[in-house]
Structures are given as structure tokens and as C-alpha cells.
């Protein structure tokens, strides 16, 4: 699964400076400086995942797809991130890292704008999933390719330097995609085709369709500005030479990973920490915008993308910036346990609304917006624990990528069953269900190894 890019907090000083540091200010201004191509790089990345993979549930509701439809196909193309470290060896095998870069933003440029086109023929639902499906292998291809420019383009102190900027890209896309593109696909359906609001079906496909050629046209244009500013990046100096090198490199990194001590326990705790948010992620969505009559809270597309797009999306930025200070100042060990009651106590905030269902938006906001903080604070454990713990040894980084691919596994899992669930329970009995499913995460969490010193 494809995420923010993450490091280690640092403790802040207690005198810091309201501005960047003399290093970092002659990094951004230098000639060829990453300024130029770090930011879209990792805006593009978060992008293209993030309306693969979340946006998309929503077009598939408001197209008329029922909730476990939806939820199922959108959920599949978490696929593809969820096993890109299967494929990231032969990716580093030919060519340059900015030549596979390019090639896959004009693909999923082409592809969003496929998409687009095929909205206007008959069968056009068959022809759009099985585009999402290879676009969803394409955006992967794009995560390997673009890391690996950022990691031998750049000497260590340079991407310390820019590890703030990259992370903030990044989470820029999930605000342009979930807030503003949803935003804007119920501003058009409304205002500019004059199309009900309420009523889901393919009056739907309009507004999509431009959604659709706008996210196309923004990825061209990128491809086209990195084909100009971005560097080719050099191979890694364990780069495979062969397919059958780059195969046995696979398959060692797999025996090793399974000999650590207490690998299972660890494997646990990577597959089950977020199981009650992988429940939530895409129900949540569909919640806030089915009718009040069907027990959700009858919102438009324009508020969900405000409420959950924007306000939501600002929520985790703080939480996790905070839970970083907090893990810093505390130390994992003694933190891990708080942090997942953090990710998971929150989430009773939906089996409240499900009951009353308010109509009030600031009540509705506030509600997502602790949700939305809490999980961002406590989520820094679950990266800094598979740092940490999971990751170190012979393969850290491919270790670390497995961790990651677990937690993209578990979010698919529980993405595909959680439509179904929810239209056999209703949403409040669901809620009920998504609060019983962080037992096992409180287990993990309390059962979690610690090996290596934190």
C-alpha cells in the first residue's frame, strides 16, 4: 500500500527558528535544485493512489453501485501497492529510474483520460475497472521508480534536508484528490449540469468525466515538467544484474524475514493494528452521503469532499505531527499501547452519528475531524514499530516494504467484505461491528515484541 513518506520525528528544540534552515534555504534556490522535481514527484504519486483507491469508491456509489460493490472494487486496486515490492527488483534492472517515472505518468495520464472517453460507451463500467486495474499496477510502478530517483539522486544530507518537503507533497494529493476533486465533481453535477443531488445513477458520469480529463490533464503536464527538471537517478549499488539475481535477492529477503524472532507476532501486529480503520475507510464515505432514510447523513459530494477531504485531512497532518513529538519525547515501548487506543477509541465517533444522525455540520465535522486526528496520532506507532522492530536486518528496506505490504493487505481484506457487511447489518449494527474489531488490535499491540532498542 502506497503511503506518505514518513521519518523518524526529531524532538524540537525549544528555541527553534520560525524559518528553514541556511542549508535548506541554499538546497531550495540552488541551480537544478530537487525543489524543482521533489514536490511534484510526490504530489503525483499521492494523486494517482489516492483516486485510485479511495476516490473511486465514491464514483462508483454516486454512479449507482450499491455499497459492497463500491467498497470491492475499489478496494482491488490497493492490489497492485500492496505487492510492488514482488516487482521493485526488476524495476531498478534497465533503463534509468526517471525513464520509468515518465512512463508511467503519461500511462496513467492516458489512462484517466480513457477512462473519461469510455464513460460514453454502453458497457462502459467493464471497460473502466479493467483500466483502474492495469492504471493501478502503472501508479506502483511510478511509487518504486519515484523513490528510487529521490534515494540516488540525492546524498543522505540532501533527502534528510527534504524529507519535510516530500512528506507535505505528498499529503497535498490526498487534499487536491478527496477534497477538491470530489469537491468539484458535486459542484458540477449540481450547478453546472443541474443534475438532483440525492439521487445516484448515471447522471453521475458528466461530472466524472471531468474529473476524470482534468486529473489526466494535471499528470501529462507533470510527466512533461519531470521530463525537463528531474534527474535520471543512478542504480542502486545492489542493484540486481540478471532476472535470476534479482529473484534469488526475492527470495532471500523472504527466508530472512521469516527467521527473525518473533516474526509472527510481528506479522500480527503489521496485518491487524489498522483492521478496525480498514473496516471504517471506505464505509465512512458512504455514510456520510447515503440518505438519512437509509441511515446515513444525506450529504452532498460537496460537503464530503470539504468535511472529509480537507477538515479531515488537516486532522491527521496535526495528529501525526503531534504523536511524532509524543513517541519522541516518550519512546516507542512505552507509548505503543496509548497510540493504539488512539487509532481505535476514536472510531466510536461513527456509531454515535449513526444513532443520532445530526444534520448539524459543525457536529459532523467535529466528529470526523477526532477521528481523523486520533488516527493520525496514533499511526505514527505502526510506522516507527516497523522501523524499528520489523524492519532492521540484511534487508531493512525490503522488510520494511513487507510490513507496509501487510498493512495494504489488511486494508484491501477488510475494504472487499466491508460493503457486503454493512448492507447486512445496517450502519449502526456496522459501527457496533467496526468497535468489536479493535479487540484483536489491542491484543497485537499488547503482545508486540521488542527486540531491538528503541
Not at 503536464?221 to 535470476?244: F, Y
Not at 495528529?319 to 496509548?338: D, E, Y
Not at 466491508?418 to 449494527?429: D, I, R
Request: aromatic residues 14%.
Amino acid at each position: 500500500m502506497s503511503t506518505a513518506p514518513s521519518a523518524l520525528p526529531q524532538e524540537p528544540q525549544a528555541a527553534a527558528a520560525p524559518t528553514p534552515p541556511p542549508s535548506l534555504l541554499r538546497a531550495m534556490f540552488a541551480r537544478n535544485t530537487p525543489m524543482l522535481w521533489v514536490p511534484s514527484g510526490y504530489f503525483a504519486m499521492a494523486l494517482t493512489y489516492v483516486m485510485l483507491t479511495s476516490v473511486t469508491s465514491i464514483m462508483f456509489k454516486n454512479l449507482g453501485m450499491d455499497n459492497g460493490q463500491a467498497a470491492q472494487y475499489a478496494s482491488y486496486l490497493i492490489l497492485a501497492y500492496t505487492i510492488k515490492p514482488l516487482f521493485a527488483p526488476f524495476v531498478e534492472m534497465y533503463r534509468t529510474k526517471k525513464f520509468f517515472v515518465l512512463c508511467a505518468q503519461l500511462i496513467v495520464g492516458v489512462g484517466f483520460a480513457g477512462v473519461a472517453l469510455a464513460m460514453s460507451l454502453p458497457d462502459y463500467m467493464v471497460i473502466m475497472v479493467f483500466l483502474f486495474g492495469i492504471l493501478s499496477l502503472v501508479g506502483a510502478t511510478q511509487d518504486i521508480a519515484s523513490d528510487g530517483v529521490y534515494v540516488t539522486a540525492l546524498d543522505t544530507k540532501t533527502q534528510s534536508l527534504f524529507c519535510g518537503i516530500q512528506s507535505l507533497s505528498w499529503n497535498i494529493g490526498p487534499i487536491v484528490a478527496s477534497g477538491g476533486m470530489v469537491y468539484l465533481s458535486g459542484w458540477l453535477h449540481t450547478h453546472y449540469f443541474h443534475h438532483q443531488a440525492g439521487v445516484f445513477g448515471p447522471e453521475w458520469i458528466e461530472s466524472w468525466r471531468v474529473i476524470f480529463f482534468i486529473v489526466a490533464g494535471i499528470t501529462i503536464l507533470t510527466a512533461l515538467w519531470h521530463m525537463r527538471v528531474m534527474p535520471d537517478g543512478a542504480k542502486a549499488e545492489n542493484a540486481p544484474r540478471s532476472a535470476a539475481e534479482a529473484a534469488f535477492i526475492l527470495k532471500d529477503s523472504f527466508v530472512t524475514f521469516f527467521q527473525k524472532r518473533d516474526v509472527w507476532l510481528m506479522v500480527g501486529f503489521a496485518f491487524v493494528f489498522r483492521l478496525s480503520i480498514g473496516l471504517l475507510e471506505k464505509i465512512g464515505p458512504f455514510f456520510m452521503v447515503d440518505p438519512v432514510a437509509q441511515g446515513g447523513l444525506g450529504l452532498s459530494n460537496e460537503m464530503l469532499g470539504l468535511i472529509y477531504g480537507t477538515y479531515g485531512l488537516i486532522a491527521v497532518l496535526v495528529g501525526s505531527l503531534l504523536g511524532g513529538i509524543f513517541v519522541a519525547r516518550r519512546g516507542l515501548q512505552n507509548t505503543l499501547f496509548i497510540l493504539c487506543c488512539a487509532v481505535n477509541i476514536p472510531n466510536v465517533t461513527f456509531l454515535l452519528m449513526s444513532i443520532y444522525q445530526p444534520d448539524n455540520l459543525m457536529i459532523i465535522s467535529a466528529g470526523v475531524a477526532v477521528e481523523k486526528f486520533f488516527y493520525g496520532f496514533g499511526s505514527v506507532g505502526f510506522m516507527i514499530y516497523l522501523m524499528q522492530q520489523l524492519a532492521p536486518g540484511k534487508y531493512t528496506t525490503t522488510h520494511y516494504a513487507f510490513g507496509t505490504g501487510l498493512m495494504g493487505l489488511c486494508m484491501m481484506v477488510t475494504g472487499v467484505v466491508s460493503g457486503h457487511l454493512q448492507q447486512m447489518l445496517g450502519y449502526v449494527h456496522y459501527f457496533w461491528l467496526v468497535m468489536a474489531a479493535t479487540i484483536p488490535s489491542f491484543l497485537v499491540t499488547w503482545f508486540a515484541p521488542f527486540h531491538n532498542k528503541d
